[in-house]
């Protein structure tokens, strides 16, 4: 059973950058591929990015390629989510997820993940 604790919301203005991390604990965190989803108000959850057990490989949501990084440090069992040039439409809470099934690949579907962070919010102000 893993826990995830996500931090570094708030609210900034259009153009600002924000770091997320994720912490994570109570799993084998560096065989555990993760993910950024996010959820706006009065919306779906979404993808927004995702990188394999080893840091090796990642992906991304078309409306944040080029502005977001996602990245991992095993050593520290955290996963971050580096978000540039934020735009209003980036608002929303935004949680990580781990996937606690054996995988090597990259997973956009939240049904591949298996334990999920409670969020942290993102308010980007024009």
């Known amino acids: 059973q893993m826990h995830l604790e996500e931090s570094g919301g708030g609210s900034v203005q259009a153009g600002d950058s924000l770091r997320l991390s994720c912490l994570t604990s109570g799993g084998t965190f560096s065989r555990s591929a993760m993910g950024w989803f996010r959820q706006a108000p009065g919306k779906e959850r979404e993808f927004v990015a995702a990188?394999?057990?080893?840091?090796?490989?990642?992906n991304y949501v078309d409306s944040v390629k080029g502005r977001f990084t996602i990245s991992r440090d095993n050593a520290l069992n955290t996963v971050y989510l580096q978000m540039n040039g934020l735009k209003p439409e980036d608002t929303a809470v935004y949680s990580c997820?781990?996937?606690?099934?054996?995988?090597?690949?990259?997973?956009?579907?939240?049904?591949?993940?298996?334990?999920w962070g409670q969020g942290t919010r993102v308010t980007v102000s024009s």
């Open positions: 990188i394999t057990y080893s840091g090796g490989r990642t």
């Open positions: 997820a781990a996937r606690g099934r054996t995988g090597w690949g990259l997973y956009m579907d939240r049904a591949e993940y298996d334990y």
